[in-house]
């Protein structure tokens, strides 16, 4: 599985942006695919996943702002982010896992995707 994450830029505080992952390869429909973001000097941080059933799961500072969905025909997962603020600004990354069969686990990640948050 490849990944490709798109959609960050500018914006200013208050402001939406609309992330994509997009996957290429087989079977995208058995892998939790997690947002993760990086903010200079910091740790990279989980901030939302969505599980093969499509069950969400967000870190507290964005829930009720940011809204994470799949679309498996397409080999797709979003994250909409609304109401954001200048804390928002990080390197955004997808990442897929899941556990094979064969009881390994298989991890793959996207190149990130640069969000910035600023008047």
């Known amino acids: 599985v490849q990944l490709q994450a798109s959609g960050g830029g500018l914006v200013q505080p208050g402001g939406s942006l609309k992330l994509s992952c997009a996957a290429s390869?087989?079977?995208?429909?058995?892998?939790?695919v997690t947002w993760y973001r990086q903010a200079p000097g910091k740790e990279r941080d989980m901030v939302a996943s969505?599980?093969?059933?499509?069950?969400?799961n967000y870190v507290d500072s964005v829930k009720g702002r940011f809204t994470i969905s799949r679309d498996n025909a397409k080999n797709m997962v979003y994250l909409q982010m609304n109401r954001l603020k200048p804390d928002d600004t990080a390197v955004y990354y997808c990442?897929?896992?899941?556990?094979?069969?064969?009881?390994?686990?298989?991890?793959?990640w996207g190149q990130g995707t640069q969000v910035t948050v600023s008047a």
């Open positions: 969505i599980s093969t059933d499509s069950t969400p």
């Open positions: 990442r897929a896992e899941r556990i094979t069969p064969l009881n390994k686990m298989d991890v793959y």
């Open positions: 390869g087989g079977f995208f429909d058995t892998y939790t």
